[in-house]
């Protein structure tokens, strides 16, 4: 071996010390976008799990597991999933993705999404065992195996309205029994500490006043 060839080894050798394996390592994975901001009127604030740092949310924004999103009064904000579904403020919401887990391979998905007040309207696609999309307020379960429904959140009751398929809805206290499923059209309010009662068929003013507030214009 020449000499020149000896040090330019050394001189490698001592380049990789002084920079350390760590620098030349591949950067982590980021984490997958939960869904994405598609349609906004108005002004939102998004506020990021981990960091507690909030922003102002922009139409094309990426939303992560744990973040939470508050629409102003007046504003109203579209949100699509990964897995195509599809979720809509109204003014005045809280929303936080809890759980966002999604196989596009297998198809399966596990979705928890926390509405802390005001309305949103959900849009979820057919489930398949044993794949779950829940949507928890201060009172109530929303479960489905994919459908539409819109549920407006206050601190001591929630209202649910089924706009297509089947909802399940049962009182977030596990302590307290009972279950009830919402066809099309049919409502039903629970509030702190009960079973949910029997559904009833909505009017038209009400189911539509709902819809409007859940509407981006």
């Given at each position: 071996?020449?000499?020149?060839?000896?040090?330019?080894?050394?001189?490698?050798?001592?380049?990789?010390?002084?920079?350390?394996?760590?620098?030349?390592?591949?950067?982590?994975?980021q984490?997958?976008?939960?869904?994405?901001?598609e349609?906004?009127?108005?002004?939102?604030?998004?506020?990021?799990y981990?960091?507690?740092?909030?922003?102002?949310?922009?139409?094309?924004?990426?939303?992560?597991?744990?973040?939470?999103?508050?629409?102003?009064?007046?504003?109203?904000?579209?949100?699509?999933?990964?897995?195509?579904?599809?979720?809509?403020?109204?003014?005045?919401?809280?929303?936080?993705?809890?759980?966002?887990?999604?196989?596009?391979?297998?198809?399966?998905?596990?979705?928890?999404?926390?509405?802390?007040?005001?309305?949103?309207?959900?849009?979820?696609?057919?489930l398949?065992?044993?794949?779950?999309?829940?949507?928890?307020?201060?009172?109530?379960?929303?479960?489905?195996?994919g459908?539409?429904?819109?549920?407006?959140?206050?601190p001591?009751?929630?209202?649910?309205?089924?706009?297509?398929?089947?909802?399940?809805?049962?009182?977030?206290?596990?302590?307290?029994?009972?279950?009830?499923?919402?066809?099309?059209?049919?409502?039903?309010?629970?509030?702190?500490?009960?079973?949910?009662?029997?559904?009833?068929?909505?009017?038209?003013?009400?189911?539509?006043?709902?819809?409007?507030?859940?509407?981006?214009?």
């Amino acid at each position: 071996m020449t000499n020149t060839l000896k040090s330019a080894r050394l001189l490698l050798l001592a380049a990789f010390c002084l920079i350390g394996p760590s620098a030349i390592a591949p950067a982590a994975a980021q984490p997958a976008a939960a869904g994405t901001v598609e349609a906004l009127v108005g002004t939102a604030v998004v506020t990021r799990y981990g960091t507690g740092e909030a922003g102002p949310v922009t139409v094309g924004a990426e939303l992560f597991e744990g973040d939470r999103v508050r629409t102003d009064a007046g504003a109203r904000l579209r949100l699509t999933l990964r897995d195509g579904s599809v979720l809509t403020c109204g003014e005045a919401t809280g929303l936080t993705l809890n759980r966002a887990l999604y196989g596009s391979e297998q198809g399966g998905r596990n979705f928890l999404v926390r509405a802390s007040f005001g309305i949103v309207r959900a849009v979820v696609g057919l489930l398949a065992s044993p794949s779950a999309f829940e949507m928890h307020t201060n009172t109530a379960v929303i479960s489905v195996r994919g459908t539409e429904w819109i549920a407006e959140a206050k601190p001591d009751a929630t209202a649910v309205v089924s706009l297509e398929g089947q909802v399940g809805v049962r009182n977030v206290d596990p302590s307290v029994p009972g279950a009830v499923t919402l066809g099309p059209g049919e409502g039903v309010t629970v509030t702190t500490g009960t079973s949910p009662p029997a559904p009833t068929v909505w009017g038209d003013a009400r189911r539509n006043a709902f819809i409007e507030r859940t509407t981006v214009p």
